[in-house]
């Protein structure tokens, strides 16, 4: 079994159909299938809830959607990480990518564990992925 660090982007577009979707869909499938353990900083949890907010608010998903949703989210196994185990490493990747903590911290956890961090955030991938090719574009990703 393979391990992927995978963020709130690609979780998302499991959730709510959208550019993409069906590329996460492969991720999920692979998970599902046991060829993969999904892990993640406990900030993923949050981030999660956050963007099922946003969409009920500004994008008229249902609160009986969002609730279906979260309980999908919640129903998949994860290696959850504490951020506080992963903050000092987190905060220096920040400052020398100039990225956001949050971003850092799923970056931080891929080189601890030692396997590639799924995203499909453009411009983290395009900031970092020189030097971090473990940080991978949810398009680019083969299972």
């Known amino acids: 079994m393979k391990d992927l660090v995978i963020d709130s982007s690609v979780v998302i577009k499991w959730i709510v ?11 999920l ?5 046991g060829g993969l353990r999904l892990l993640a900083p406990d900030l993923l ?20 959607d969002v609730q279906e949703a979260l309980e999908a989210f919640k129903d998949l196994e994860w290696s959850i990480t504490p951020s506080n185990l992963l903050l000092d490493d987190a905060l220096n990747l920040a400052i020398d ?8 911290l799923f970056i931080a956890l891929a080189l601890r564990e030692g396997c590639q961090l799924v995203t499909a955030d453009e411009r983290l991938v395009n900031a970092v992925s020189q030097k971090l090719p473990q940080v991978v574009l949810l398009s680019s990703w083969s299972g």
């Open 97 to 104: 990518y100039r990225r956001t903590v949050y971003d850092s």
């Open 17 to 27: 159909p959208q550019a993409c979707s069906k590329k996460a869909g492969e991720v």
């Open 29 to 33: 499938t692979v998970y599902q299938a």
């Open 45 to 64: 949890n949050a981030e999660v809830g956050n963007i099922l907010w946003k969409y009920h608010s500004f994008q008229g998903l249902t609160k009986s």
